[in-house]
């Protein structure tokens, strides 16, 4: 089997490389890649071809789930990253196994085997299914902040918006309290309810209960005041007001 690495730091390759040719010798591995972009390039390039795929979560330039957003991916992923809290995301996104690193033998071993085997994806839609409610996706329902040396819960029903200022992501609460974030907003969105949060711009997601006020311009955009007030501007672009009004309305 023909096996791509996507890793961004270069001793954590080798490790990786060297534990899969010791501990499964039927995997070829036929390329390395550091960042988000570079996967991207290599899948896209007809000439290429891996049937697993051991795929680091941080690379160089973002999370490795923007890969999924843009290519896809037709190879058995195996996840590998030093943080365990990306796994109900990792097997969402299809991944057949989830490896923490440093990554022991045993479970490489048992990953490789996973990829070869048929009744594993119906174990992997159970333990999806396992994680919704009704049928339905369950959304986050708090974030772990982290202060100083501090580690405080937020509700996500305590939560008015997220944005990004200074390339820094924070969450403002409905009692006026900005945390700091380690997420990136795409990721912030995908765990919240589209009934209860909408993405305004690449920087803002706002909560339907934090909309004191939504003003149409004549430009057709439509300016948001928010309650707690906001710093900074947030308008709904042109292009996007049909859906917020779907949304706000509904």
């Given at each position: 089997?023909k096996a ?99 990554i022991d033998?045993?479970a ?25 409610i009704d049928?339905?996706?369950k ?16 509700r ?11 390339r ?30 909408f993405?305004?711009s ?8 934090a909309i ?11 300016q ?14 042109r ?12």
């Amino acid at each position: 089997m023909k096996a791509l690495i996507v890793e961004d730091e270069k001793m954590a390759q080798n490790n990786l490389a060297r534990n899969i040719s010791e501990n499964c010798r039927d995997i070829e591995i036929v390329g390395f890649t550091s960042s988000v972009k570079d996967t991207i390039a290599w899948l896209e390039d007809a000439s290429h071809h891996a049937e697993i795929i051991f795929m680091d979560v941080e690379l160089e330039d973002g999370n490795c789930f923007e890969i999924f957003r843009q290519v896809e991916i037709h190879a058995k992923v195996i996840m590998t990253t030093a943080y365990d809290s990306y796994a109900l995301k990792a097997f969402e996104a299809g991944s057949v196994d989830y490896l923490l690193k440093p990554i022991d033998p045993d479970a490489l071993k048992r990953a490789v085997s996973r990829c070869t085997d048929s009744v594993y994806s119906i174990q992997l839609k159970q333990f999806l299914d396992s994680y919704r409610i009704d049928g339905k996706k369950k959304y986050k329902d708090r974030f772990i902040i982290r202060y100083n040396t501090k580690l405080i819960p937020i509700r996500t029903s305590d939560i008015a918006y997220f944005f990004a200022e200074n390339r820094i992501n924070y969450l403002m609460t409905t009692y006026n309290e900005k945390y700091m974030i380690d997420d990136t907003l795409d990721d912030v969105f995908d765990a919240m309810d589209p009934e209860q949060f909408f993405k305004v711009s690449r920087s803002c997601i706002i909560s339907l209960k934090a909309i004191k006020c939504a003003n149409k311009k004549l430009s057709g955009n439509i300016q948001i005041i928010a309650e707690p007030a906001s710093s900074f501007d947030i308008t709904v672009s042109r292009a996007n007001a049909k859906e917020f009004l779907h949304w706000f309305t509904k």
